[in-house]
């Protein structure tokens, strides 16, 4: 997709805009011209008409007489060499003097009438105005009509309008280099922060702090967020890549070794044993992956998990019956302790995967014989989901190594995790990710009765629910 200018488009759609308002105002500038013009030509030919109806007498024989002075009609020229035209008529449409084929308007209650019109091909404005005389025994109407070309008309309207032209072109042009200048100035802050971000390194994922205005911060926001997830994303999967070529490379140097032992066996006794150990590296790589596999789906769901009123108990009892065979197979006496229902603020897949990892952790690692039992206990305050063995469980230190996330070779200074301690080193590590998703923290303490290793998480209580 072709990139485009913001500036040019804001500029069209001011000119647009403007364009169509303005051609409004010219249209309304135009009648507001000739109006104009129009009652300034009326005000001249009444005074014209005036002028020649003061003139107008009775001489001796009680007859009408007019003396037309000539300044009435030279107030009625213009530079536009506009045309008068002029006739007075006495009682009963008696001409008297003037055009005598210039209409005559009839009369109106004010005495003054006026009409646009053509004379003589040119298009005229005329005023006829009704006056009366006295003879001291009676009073004699008379009309003085008056006219003029609408050619000064014309030109007034049309100076009128290319002026107001003018000053809407100066107008348009003036408010087109403020709106370039003031866009151009709005979008420093955005040269600033593609500057910002094109200077920093591809690894370089930290939060956006450039000074914007209001209406960009949202877009800063959108971009820390994806940022953010995309960091997320990336932490996932070094961890996973860390994890995998750490864990994966003891077992699969197992498989290596015992796969060179077999080739130069020379007992059928040994060939077995080799092969025996070469499978149990296999299923350790196996695990390990699969649990890393786990860990890397919770790393992705970091940050997005939308939690929901979970039945605790129903999901325990499931999973305790799913791993009962598993149990029967390595001799470990697998329970279950809690009430009917219990409900909690959680994600059903997540919850399951949490609980799967400390049973299958439980039941690997507490030994043949062993008790496990799973319990969950309903408070005030929240629901408590434990899983506790009494196997030979893990030191105080083991413990908090077990916890860490395996990211990549050892720490230095941190005794390395022995292989039956592995599972713990995983598993755990699994469970308080996914605890730390549901609010929660994974406690680790030794059995009730001093033996074995006690899990437990404690999860909000579900909303509405007493």
Same mark, same amino acid.
């Given at each position: 997709?072709?990139?485009?200018?913001?500036?040019?488009?804001?500029?069209?759609?001011?000119?647009? +805009?403007?364009?169509?308002?303005?051609?409004?105002?010219?249209?309304?500038?135009?009648?507001?011209?000739?109006?104009?013009?129009?009652?300034?030509?009326?005000?001249?030919?009444?005074?014209?008409?005036?002028?020649?109806?003061?003139?107008?007498?009775?001489?001796?024989?009680?007859?009408?007489?007019?003396?037309?002075?000539?300044?009435?009609?030279?107030?009625? &020229?213009?530079?536009?060499?506009?045309?008068?035209?002029?006739?007075?008529?006495?009682?009963?449409?008696?001409?008297?003097?003037?055009?005598?084929?210039?209409?005559?308007?009839?009369?109106?209650?004010?005495?003054?009438?006026?009409?646009?019109?053509?004379?003589?091909?040119?298009?005229?404005?005329?005023?006829?105005?009704?006056?009366?005389?006295?003879?001291?025994?009676?009073?004699?109407?008379?009309?003085?009509?008056?006219?003029?070309?609408?050619?000064?008309?014309?030109?007034?309207?049309?100076?009128?309008?290319?002026?107001?032209?003018? @000053?809407?072109?100066?107008?348009?042009?003036?408010?087109?280099?403020?709106?370039?200048?003031?866009?151009?100035?709005?979008?420093?802050?955005?040269?600033?922060?593609?500057?910002?971000?094109?200077?920093?390194?591809?690894?370089?994922?930290?939060?956006?702090?450039?000074?914007?205005? !209001? %209406?960009?911060?949202?877009?800063? !926001? +959108?971009?820390?967020?994806?940022?953010?997830?995309?960091?997320?994303?990336?932490?996932?999967?070094?961890?996973? &890549?860390?994890?995998?070529?750490?864990?994966?490379?003891?077992?699969?140097?197992?498989?290596?070794?015992?796969?060179?032992?077999?080739? @130069?066996?020379?007992?059928?006794? !040994?060939?077995?044993?080799? &092969?025996?150990?070469?499978?149990?590296?296999? $299923?350790?790589?196996?695990?390990?992956?699969?649990?890393?596999?786990?860990?890397?789906?919770?790393?992705?769901?970091?940050?997005?998990?939308?939690?929901?009123?979970?039945?605790?108990?129903?999901?325990?009892?499931?999973?305790?019956?799913?791993?009962?065979?598993?149990?029967?197979?390595?001799?470990?006496?697998?329970?279950? $302790?809690?009430?009917?229902?219990? #409900?909690?603020?959680?994600?059903?897949?997540?919850?399951?995967?949490?609980?799967? #990892?400390?049973?299958?952790?439980?039941?690997?690692? +507490?030994?043949?014989?062993?008790?496990? &039992? /799973?319990?969950?206990? %309903?408070?005030?305050?929240?629901?408590?989901?434990? /899983? %506790?063995?009494?196997?030979?469980?893990?030191?105080?230190?083991?413990?908090? !190594?077990?916890?860490?996330?395996?990211?990549?070779?050892?720490?230095?200074?941190?005794?390395?995790?022995?292989?039956?301690?592995?599972?713990?080193?995983?598993?755990?590590?699994?469970?308080?990710?996914?605890?730390?998703?549901?609010?929660? %923290?994974?406690?680790?303490?030794?059995?009730?009765?001093?033996?074995?290793?006690?899990?437990?998480?404690?999860?909000?209580?579900?909303?509405?629910?007493?």
């Amino acid at each position: 997709m072709s990139a485009y200018s913001l500036r040019r488009r804001l500029l069209l759609w001011l000119f647009v +805009a403007t364009a169509v308002i303005g051609l409004l105002a010219l249209a309304d500038t135009w009648r507001e011209a000739l109006r104009t013009a129009q009652s300034v030509s009326d005000r001249v030919l009444v005074g014209s008409a005036l002028a020649i109806a003061e003139r107008v007498t009775v001489d001796e024989t009680g007859a009408l007489e007019v003396d037309i002075p000539y300044s009435s009609l030279e107030m009625l &020229t213009s530079t536009a060499q506009d045309k008068v035209f002029y006739r007075v008529d006495g009682p009963v449409g008696t001409f008297l003097t003037g055009y005598a084929d210039l209409a005559v308007l009839p009369p109106t209650l004010a005495g003054l009438a006026f009409s646009d019109g053509r004379y003589r091909d040119v298009s005229i404005r005329s005023a006829t105005l009704v006056r009366e005389v006295s003879t001291g025994e009676r009073s004699i109407a008379f009309s003085v009509t008056v006219a003029e070309s609408t050619l000064a008309r014309a030109a007034l309207a049309k100076a009128i309008l290319v002026r107001s032209t003018i @000053r809407l072109a100066v107008l348009i042009l003036g408010v087109a280099c403020i709106v370039w200048l003031a866009v151009t100035l709005a979008l420093r802050p955005l040269d600033r922060l593609g500057a910002i971000i094109a200077e920093r390194s591809p690894d370089d994922l930290r939060p956006v702090t450039a000074d914007v205005p !209001q %209406e960009v911060s949202t877009l800063v !926001q +959108a971009i820390n967020s994806f940022m953010a997830r995309l960091d997320t994303a990336l932490d996932a999967l070094r961890n996973f &890549t860390g994890n995998a070529s750490h864990q994966l490379r003891t077992p699969l140097a197992v498989v290596r070794t015992q796969l060179a032992l077999i080739d @130069r066996s020379e007992t059928p006794q !040994q060939m077995a044993a080799s &092969t025996a150990k070469a499978q149990t590296a296999l $299923e350790r790589a196996e695990r390990v992956l699969a649990q890393l596999l786990v860990l890397a789906r919770v790393d992705a769901a970091t940050g997005v998990v939308a939690l929901q009123s979970v039945n605790i108990v129903t999901i325990a009892k499931e999973l305790t019956a799913e791993m009962v065979p598993l149990a029967l197979q390595r001799e470990v006496d697998l329970g279950f $302790e809690g009430p009917d229902e219990a #409900n909690a603020m959680a994600e059903p897949v997540l919850i399951a995967e949490l609980l799967n #990892n400390l049973l299958g952790n439980a039941i690997a690692y +507490a030994g043949h014989g062993a008790v496990v &039992t /799973v319990r969950v206990k %309903e408070y005030p305050d929240g629901v408590v989901l434990e /899983v %506790e063995d009494n196997g030979p469980g893990l030191s105080a230190s083991q413990i908090a !190594q077990a916890r860490r996330r395996r990211r990549g070779p050892p720490v230095q200074g941190l005794a390395p995790i022995k292989d039956h301690e592995a599972g713990y080193g995983f598993g755990l590590a699994i469970t308080a990710e996914i605890a730390a998703l549901f609010g929660a %923290e994974i406690q680790l303490q030794t059995g009730s009765d001093g033996r074995g290793l006690l899990a437990s998480i404690t999860l909000r209580r579900a909303v509405g629910v007493v």
